[in-house]
């Protein structure tokens, strides 16, 4: 059986302390629905599906929600978190802001929008948000190292809240990485180790590592299920920021496809819980062309998603094999959306366009989604009368390549008035 690694680590924990797992009550396979105990799994041991978190919902009000703390754990009853999570070392990740991009509107020729900035958050990126809740599972789980397989944002978020909460972290990463999330996570101490290979490659290291260490988290592998829940905190903030009503329109891009979903799976728990209105979305995934197995379905139509060898410069974006790429094309097509991709040239000129018209430097996963909602409303797909909000979820001060070429000052000049009234004012010397 190739469950060796859940079962295994589950001979070596204790069990979980009562609530350790908040209003979480088990786990559930997403392809056949047969549950598992809460714990160290992540695949079903009937059809080997992933698992996701089931809960046992008490009522929750906007109020009660409302008087929590400005981060992701005012979301704690509908997290697999514990009641006392605030008072543990971590990062306090979420409530970034929202927006409102009246100068992009106007350029794309939409009547309302919004930026999801999640470059707010402590490491610069949405993963703050994912390692937080696997770093609580970790500890409630009596797992004693904190690691990952990383396309850079994990790396940061690993590394940084690992020193915070003084747990070891192991991070590896492709050696080919950009720089400064090279630089961005070393400086967090731990362990980092570049490996010869594309993502796909390292994440399949991370897998045979899980199995062969005893009580290691590898925070999007073998505590997936919970890692994953992270993602639906941007829901709820959108919902939140809104008013508490659902977007008519997301835009999100995509890696593996775990944000995407969950994100979903937030909107449906908000209305099941009465904290929203039902209302209908859609939503969109985004992709780079060069690492875009997912819109490829999308477009073929098929429910499969076929691996790519990834080439692009969206690196946090470049996984060839997305494990929740199947439930993406579900979403996408439950919700009447789609899922685009863009060229790396089209990223480029999508930071600088965000950035040029509402001040937000976006790294280049960040340029996907503005490329492709660009490109969305050119094909028709996206309604511009309808309310939108688009996710940035990196910043650009990480992929600064992106821009390099592109960018600088217009003109380099003596220090007097003469020479500055000669270049910007075009004035004759
Ligand atoms: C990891 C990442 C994503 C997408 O994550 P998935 O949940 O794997 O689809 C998006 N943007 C940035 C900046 C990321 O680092
Ligand atoms: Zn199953």
Redesign the pocket.
Same mark, same amino acid.
């Given at each position: 059986m190739s469950t060796s690694i859940i079962d295994t680590a589950a001979a070596v924990s204790p069990a979980p302390r009562p609530g350790a797992f908040g209003n979480a009550t088990h786990l559930v396979c997403r392809e056949c629905r047969a549950t598992r105990p809460l714990g160290p799994h992540y695949a079903c041991a009937d059809c080997f599906g992933p698992l996701e978190t089931g809960y046992d919902f008490p009522a929750v009000t906007r109020a009660e929600i409302e008087a929590g703390p400005k981060n992701i754990w005012r979301y704690q009853p509908l997290l697999p978190v514990p009641a006392d999570i605030t008072e543990s070392r971590n990062m306090e990740p979420g409530f970034t802001r929202l927006l409102r991009a009246d100068n992009l509107a106007r350029e794309l020729g939409l009547s309302r929008l919004w930026v999801k900035d999640?470059s707010g958050n402590p490491t610069h *990126?949405?993963?703050d948000r994912?390692v937080a809740i696997a770093l609580s599972a970790a500890r409630e789980l009596g797992m004693k190292v904190f690691a990952c397989p990383s396309?850079?944002?994990?790396a940061n978020a690993v590394a940084a809240a690992g020193a915070r909460a003084g747990v070891r972290t192991v991070v590896l990463i492709p050696e080919n990485l950009e720089r400064p999330k090279i630089l961005t996570t070393a400086v967090y101490g731990g362990t980092l180790v570049a490996v010869r290979g594309n993502y796909d490659d390292v994440n399949r290291l991370a897998s045979e590592i899980a199995g062969e260490e005893e009580g290691w988290a590898f925070v999007?592998v073998n505590v997936r299920p919970y890692y994953?829940e992270g993602?639906k905190t941007l829901g709820f903030e959108v919902a939140e920021q809104l008013g508490w009503r659902l977007p008519r329109q997301v835009v999100?891009?995509?890696? *593996?496809?775990?944000?995407?979903t969950?994100v979903d799976k937030g909107f449906t728990e908000l209305v099941r819980l009465g904290l929203v209105e039902e209302s209908p979305y859609t939503m969109f995934g985004a992709q780079a062309t060069g690492c875009s197995p997912v819109a490829r379905a999308f477009k073929e139509g098929h429910d499969a998603v076929r691996p790519v060898r990834p080439d692009t410069i969206a690196k946090?974006?470049a996984?060839g094999n997305?494990?929740?790429g199947p439930y993406?094309l579900d979403v996408a097509r439950r919700t009447g959306g789609a899922v685009e991709d863009v060229t790396d040239d089209e990223v480029r000129d999508g930071i600088e366009l965000l950035a040029r018209t509402e001040g937000v430097f976006a790294?280049?996963?960040?340029g996907v989604t503005v490329a492709t909602l660009k490109k969305l409303i050119a094909g028709g797909r996206l309604d511009p009368d309808a309310e939108t909000v688009v996710?940035n979820?990196?910043d650009g001060l990480k992929t600064l390549d992106a821009v390099a070429d592109r960018v600088g000052p217009g003109s380099t000049i003596d220090p007097t008035y003469a020479a500055f009234a000669s270049s910007v004012l075009g004035r004759p010397r």
């Amino acid at each position: 059986m190739s469950t060796s690694i859940i079962d295994t680590a589950a001979a070596v924990s204790p069990a979980p302390r009562p609530g350790a797992f908040g209003n979480a009550t088990h786990l559930v396979c997403r392809e056949c629905r047969a549950t598992r105990p809460l714990g160290p799994h992540y695949a079903c041991a009937d059809c080997f599906g992933p698992l996701e978190t089931g809960y046992d919902f008490p009522a929750v009000t906007r109020a009660e929600i409302e008087a929590g703390p400005k981060n992701i754990w005012r979301y704690q009853p509908l997290l697999p978190v514990p009641a006392d999570i605030t008072e543990s070392r971590n990062m306090e990740p979420g409530f970034t802001r929202l927006l409102r991009a009246d100068n992009l509107a106007r350029e794309l020729g939409l009547s309302r929008l919004w930026v999801k900035d999640d470059s707010g958050n402590p490491t610069h *990126s949405f993963k703050d948000r994912v390692v937080a809740i696997a770093l609580s599972a970790a500890r409630e789980l009596g797992m004693k190292v904190f690691a990952c397989p990383s396309t850079g944002n994990l790396a940061n978020a690993v590394a940084a809240a690992g020193a915070r909460a003084g747990v070891r972290t192991v991070v590896l990463i492709p050696e080919n990485l950009e720089r400064p999330k090279i630089l961005t996570t070393a400086v967090y101490g731990g362990t980092l180790v570049a490996v010869r290979g594309n993502y796909d490659d390292v994440n399949r290291l991370a897998s045979e590592i899980a199995g062969e260490e005893e009580g290691w988290a590898f925070v999007n592998v073998n505590v997936r299920p919970y890692y994953a829940e992270g993602s639906k905190t941007l829901g709820f903030e959108v919902a939140e920021q809104l008013g508490w009503r659902l977007p008519r329109q997301v835009v999100v891009p995509v890696a *593996s496809g775990s944000q995407l979903t969950k994100v979903d799976k937030g909107f449906t728990e908000l209305v099941r819980l009465g904290l929203v209105e039902e209302s209908p979305y859609t939503m969109f995934g985004a992709q780079a062309t060069g690492c875009s197995p997912v819109a490829r379905a999308f477009k073929e139509g098929h429910d499969a998603v076929r691996p790519v060898r990834p080439d692009t410069i969206a690196k946090s974006l470049a996984i060839g094999n997305p494990a929740d790429g199947p439930y993406v094309l579900d979403v996408a097509r439950r919700t009447g959306g789609a899922v685009e991709d863009v060229t790396d040239d089209e990223v480029r000129d999508g930071i600088e366009l965000l950035a040029r018209t509402e001040g937000v430097f976006a790294e280049t996963a960040g340029g996907v989604t503005v490329a492709t909602l660009k490109k969305l409303i050119a094909g028709g797909r996206l309604d511009p009368d309808a309310e939108t909000v688009v996710f940035n979820t990196g910043d650009g001060l990480k992929t600064l390549d992106a821009v390099a070429d592109r960018v600088g000052p217009g003109s380099t000049i003596d220090p007097t008035y003469a020479a500055f009234a000669s270049s910007v004012l075009g004035r004759p010397r």
